[in-house]
């Protein structure tokens, strides 16, 4: 019976040095991969840091930039406003010019009458004259006839 406890405890020593063994193993392939996380870590923040060195050369371009097209724009809107203020002032214009011809219509619809006497009238005039240059003409040529 002392011989069975032996021989459980050598085969208890036995299982507990191999799973030593395969816990090792384990424990070392865990190792390693840990060292290459650190590595790829230290490897990453050397980039990260290349990365937000040339990030911030960007962010402080733009920024120039940014500050360059505001004074520029800033330059060119009185130029805007001045052409809002043409165009108010053609807008003002284009307003009058169009009361003065309302006005001017109905001036000369309220005279119609007056200007169609005044037509006729010139028209009057002009056939009368004609008349005098038609009877001064065979004036004119009755002397000569006589002569």
Known sequence: MIVILYIA???AAIGLFVIAIYLSKTLKSTSKTLDEVA???DKM???LQGISG????LLDKTNDLLEDV???VAKVDPVFDAIGDVGTSLLGLSQSVR???TLATNKVSANDKKIAQAVSFSHSILAFKDKLKASKAAKE???ESIQ
Do not use: D, P, Y
């Open 9 to 11: 405890a050598l085969i």
């Open 99 to 101: 009361e003065l011809a």
């Open 54 to 57: 040339e990030t911030q050369k």
């Open 45 to 47: 923040a050397t980039e």
């Open 70 to 72: 505001n004074g520029k």
């Open 39 to 41: 590595s790829t870590v």
């Open 141 to 143: 040529a009755a002397k």
